[in-house]
């Protein structure tokens, strides 16, 4: 039995998210799998390194399946790409360790938020970075990031139902960077629970805003309140950049 | 009577180009023309600095009208980007002088084109750049680009046909740099004749691809011939990028 590693990018505009669903519905792995099983003469589940939502899009994703097909990985690589839609690539088909799991053995996440900061729309950022017009303030909001780094428990950050699991997490680093008026949120963490990237940039934009103070960070994160933190921000603004094991 | 002047940005992939046509096709030129005449209460004619292909892109397309309307500069920026579809955008409305033409007062043209120079596509520049496999040779490309500069006959790179009207321009400007595999082929000049841009990237890109030696610019350009030129190459990979005045 093999075990095929992807590295996976997406547009994700016309996708329900990642995860299969009902077989009407338009998801990555839905697609994936799809296609998977057509080139390998059997059914194939794919294992990804975490759901992305609808809308979100990857530069670069991972996962794996277990097949008995005999074709070479260059050979599934040229495959795979004939028949996917444009909004979906695969970079890379690799052979993978026999106990390789795409979301088990993930030991990190990359992700990137956009944002475009002025006051008339951009044609060619449309899908990528949501528009923010009027003052923002990056020192201000930079000061705030420098509270959520390190490990918390981010149930402030997460629409995840309350339940066993823990929602502890660590951040390793959030940078804000302007080109222009592009501005880039880079977030790189031990994992992400759901909507924790969006939950965090909603409230990260409010400090920018002048709405919120960046010393209020740590009162937030204590207060274990979903209220209390800011809106969850469109989707179409982040990408999963990589997965690091 | 005032002189309106826009600046535009628009993602061609979806239009028949710039210049407006029978009213059943998609145009640039007639989506703003209708939006224009429906914000004046008057018909409006659009003036572009140029005609754009179908499916060539801008991020500074100039144009202008002339108008009645009282309306400020401000509203009607805020209005065109409510109505425009949003694959174009208006990115400054100003008061133009009163004889200002954005054809024919424009000095020069600033256009780029886009080559993903590896073997798997990208999504995210599915719609901006061409795909090319197998290696190019900048530094070679370099050293042909170095024969177009100056004030040429470009004869052998259009596919207007023949007429009384000149076809001497003058390039001077040709840059190529590389970001990772994204090359970058940056055109400035005094105006660029019909598919002129495209017809020097098939031409260039044969270069890279060692099927053309750069020193066989100088007879090209001497022979006049269209049919010793390289392919068109097409459309999406091409963007006007800036007017000079």
Redesign the interface.
Known sequence: MRNIRLLL???GTRYQGWQRQQSTENTIQGRLEQLLGRMCGERVELHGSGRTDAGV?A?GQVANFHTECTMATEEM?AYI?RYLP???????VSEAAPRFHSRLNARGKHYEYLVLNRD?????Y?R?ALEVPGRLDVEAMRRAAVYLLGEHDFKSFTSAKKGKKSTVRRIDEIRITREGSLLRFSFKGSGFLHHMVRILMGTLLEVGAGEREPDSMTDLLLSGDRAQAGALVPAKGLTLVEVFF
Chains 1, 2 share one sequence.
Not at 120 to 124: M, T, Y
């Open positions: 990018q997406y547009e899009h530069r690589r790409n444009e909004d979906i690539a695969v970079l890379e008339v729309p951009d044609v060619f449309r990528y």
